[in-house]
């Protein structure tokens, strides 16, 4: 069975100020691990994924996030924030094989930027 | 630009009332999951398909969704009857990549059922 915890329901910064977005997995098998960011009155888009290459992984919109097996963890990060970034993520997890494309989402994280 | 097509985009409906939420996924991909999206319960997997297949529809009441594909470029998901606790945002999503395994989403169709 996997699952995913996000830390933090909601997470407020100030523009400009570094964006941490927490988020630990479990997962019985080497995990495929997702970020994905929701818009208002929009479906999920992919930030970034991990699929056991580099640990640290680059998306879109200068978010980073690395896996760390030790931890279980793969917290999403920008260094500085944006007012467009407010929105709300969503880490994943899956796996290959057979079941690929079946990802367990966790609770999501809504982000304020405030000026 | 390849994207996922979900009609309607909204539904307001009566309790008791059939609804049918459709889905063209993006063209090659054979891989279709329905997610269900509220405030309380978060991000539900409700049914998928590959290669047009059910694979798993664990997540779905039995009695009244079903989850259809007619072909390779439709997806339905029904309700029959409609009840309040079924309003929700349902997404549809599909995937191709075996070694990575992302899915790519629609925009969702909202469902009120009054």
């Known amino acids: 069975a996997q699952s995913v915890t996000q830390l933090g329901s909601h997470v407020s910064v100030s523009e400009g100020a570094l964006v941490l977005l927490r988020c630990n997995y479990s997962?019985?098998?080497?995990?495929?691990l997702f970020w994905y960011v929701q818009y208002p009155n929009q479906g999920l888009q992919l930030l970034l994924k991990y699929t056991s290459a580099a640990t640290l992984v680059k998306g879109i919109n200068g978010f980073e996030a690395e896996f760390k097996k030790s931890e279980t963890s793969f917290h999403l990060t920008k260094p500085s924030a944006h007012m467009s970034d407010a929105a709300e993520y969503f880490c994943a997890v899956g796996r290959g094989g057979t079941s690929y494309g079946k990802l367990t989402f966790g609770q999501g994280t809504i982000l304020t930027v405030h000026p | 630009d390849a994207r996922v097509t979900q009609t309607p985009r909204h539904k307001v409906t009566e309790m008791g009332q059939e609804v049918t939420m459709r889905c063209q996924p993006i063209l090659g991909h054979n891989t279709v999951f329905w997610y269900r999206q509220t405030m309380m319960q978060g991000l539900e997997l409700l049914a998928y398909?590959?290669?047009?297949?059910?694979?798993?529809d664990s997540g779905m009441p039995k009695d009244r969704f079903s989850a259809e594909m007619p072909d390779a470029t439709l997806a339905t998901l029904k309700i029959q009857p409609s009840e309040p606790r079924d309003s929700a945002v349902y997404f549809c999503a599909s995937g191709g990549q075996a070694n990575t395994g992302e899915l790519f989403f629609g925009e969702g169709s909202r469902l009120t059922v009054l």
């Open positions: 997962s019985s098998v080497p995990p495929y």
């Open positions: 398909f590959r290669n047009r297949a059910p694979l798993d």
